[in-house]
């Protein structure tokens, strides 16, 4: 078998489970279309969670005076723990990998039980687009996975 065969095999593997394939063809409309869909979707939350992640890292590498100081140690926490877990998210998020829609639904969930536990964090606004934003990004891939199914 040459290069070129071995290539083709290796690009036609087929599974029926993924919401997402990247690089087979799709077999009907209605796949490609929830497909396209799930990855426009997660692009867009891709970038709202790198201006996020950008907004908690202005808070300490932009200080107007000593922010660490005058922020409790579960403020300060929060603050380095959603400035790298945003950013990461956003990558997986916009390669529109499995890993990256976990690592998202990890911090929106962190989001609200911070919104939850530490008071003017997070507004209840916030609470509200998150679990708009699950629900939303679950049914998507269930239409996804189902398209693929059939």
Same mark, same amino acid.
């Given at each position: 078998?040459?290069?070129?065969?071995?290539?083709?095999?290796? !690009?036609?593997?087929?599974?029926?489970?993924?919401?997402?394939?990247?690089?087979?063809?799709?077999?009907?409309?209605?796949?490609?279309?929830?497909? %396209?869909? *799930?990855?426009?979707?997660?692009?867009?939350?891709?970038?709202?969670?790198?201006?996020?992640?950008?907004?908690?890292?202005?808070?300490?590498? !932009?200080?107007?005076?000593?922010?660490?100081?005058?922020? +409790?140690?579960?403020?300060?926490?929060?603050?380095?723990?959603? +400035?790298? !877990?945003?950013?990461?998210?956003?990558?997986? *998020?916009?390669?529109?990998?499995?890993?990256?829609?976990?690592?998202? !639904? /990890?911090?929106? %969930? +962190?989001?609200?039980?911070?919104?939850?536990?530490?008071?003017?964090? /997070?507004?209840?606004?916030?609470?509200?687009?998150?679990? +708009? *934003?699950? *629900?939303?990004?679950?049914?998507?891939?269930?239409?996804?996975?189902?398209?693929?199914?059939?």
């Amino acid at each position: 078998m040459s290069l070129q065969n071995a290539d083709r095999v290796k !690009l036609e593997i087929y599974e029926p489970e993924a919401a997402i394939r990247l690089g087979v063809t799709a077999r009907e409309a209605s796949e490609t279309r929830w497909g %396209l869909i *799930l990855v426009v979707f997660m692009r867009l939350l891709a970038g709202l969670w790198i201006i996020q992640g950008l907004t908690q890292w202005a808070v300490f590498l !932009l200080p107007t005076d000593a922010v660490f100081d005058r922020l +409790s140690a579960g403020r300060a926490a929060a603050v380095i723990f959603f +400035s790298v !877990l945003d950013l990461l998210a956003a990558v997986g *998020l916009w390669l529109a990998t499995p890993w990256g829609g976990v690592l998202w !639904l /990890f911090a929106a %969930l +962190s989001q609200i039980f911070v919104a939850m536990s530490i008071t003017h964090f /997070f507004t209840y606004a916030w609470v509200a687009i998150d679990g +708009s *934003l699950i *629900l939303i990004y679950f049914a998507l891939t269930w239409y996804a996975g189902k398209a693929s199914r059939l």
